[in-house]
């Protein structure tokens, strides 16, 4: 009985989102402040890539498609075409997170409660395994802010709001390849999104299992080490947002779960 709930809860997050994506389509396009194209599809349905633009090409790693993979795919933004690099270090795996810096794209964590960190540099075709995270986990965010990358939140379950949320933030020096601890989100949180803006990190929704989804926007000043949480909440609750960029001071983001039980 719990687990048919379950089911028909995680039928209602993907029908609702798609609902919600066709609404914010349909606005957008009617009142004119931009449009949506289609371009070349991925070689393969896949879910939970770890995604970066490096140069005018987007990396996305690892992923699942038919099971966790290791795979390397490279989108041509000029060309519109996809193409494989060499395949990520092991193991397998999805939904963890990834940045860009200095013409690198660095892979961060993954299920199940993963601690990699692997940097894949596009011009020479080759992986370096980094220090590992002190925290294993899937489900993070991660955004740079000058020579460091940042792992925020996350969880230890294998699936989106699955339990396990954290709360942890880590920092990695990208020059000294260490890891240090900072200060922790406000709340425990996976699945989340974040975007550096400012010299800032704004973090933006997650969940704390499968029935608690979270509307909250909380903003990390890497200088003070604080957390700030007078942002205000998102009009709605949203989690597992496999993109979210930034445009002048516009954050763009879609969810897969877009309601709060």
């Not at 974040?194 to 973090?203: E, R």
Request: hydrophobic share 40%.
């Amino acid at each position: 009985k719990d687990m048919s709930r379950l089911t028909r809860l995680r039928v209602r997050h993907l029908v609702l989102a798609a609902a919600a994506l066709a609404t914010a389509i349909t606005t957008t396009a009617a009142s004119g402040a931009g449009t949506w194209s289609t371009l070349a599809p991925l070689p393969a349905p896949t879910e939970g890539l770890q995604t970066a633009v490096v140069g005018n090409q987007i990396v996305a790693a690892y992923g699942f498609s038919g099971g966790d993979t290791q795979l390397t795919r490279i989108y041509d933004i000029d060309s519109d075409s996809w193409s494989f690099g060499t395949p990520g270090p092991g193991p397998v795996r999805s939904e963890g997170a990834a940045a860009s810096h200095g013409g690198f794209f660095y892979a961060v964590g993954g299920r199940p409660a993963i601690d990699d960190l692997d940097r894949y540099e596009p011009a020479t075709d080759t992986w370096t395994s980094l220090a590992d995270m002190p925290t294993g986990r899937g489900g993070l965010g991660v955004a740079v802010v000058g020579d460091a990358i940042y792992a925020i939140g996350g969880r230890t379950g294998g699936t989106p709001c699955s339990g396990g949320a954290l709360a942890t933030v880590e920092r990695y020096d990208i020059e000294t390849d260490t890891w240090s601890t900072v200060a922790s989100l406000p709340s425990i949180r996976s699945d989340l999104a974040a975007v550096a803006h400012g010299g800032k990190i704004y973090v933006f929704g997650g969940c704390v299992d499968s029935l608690t989804v979270l509307d909250e926007v909380d903003v990390y000043d890497p200088v003070t080490d604080t957390w700030s949480t007078e942002p205000a909440d998102m009009p709605t609750a949203r989690a597992a947002m496999y993109g979210a960029a930034r445009k002048g001071n516009t954050v763009l983001s879609q969810a897969k779960t877009t309601f709060k039980a």
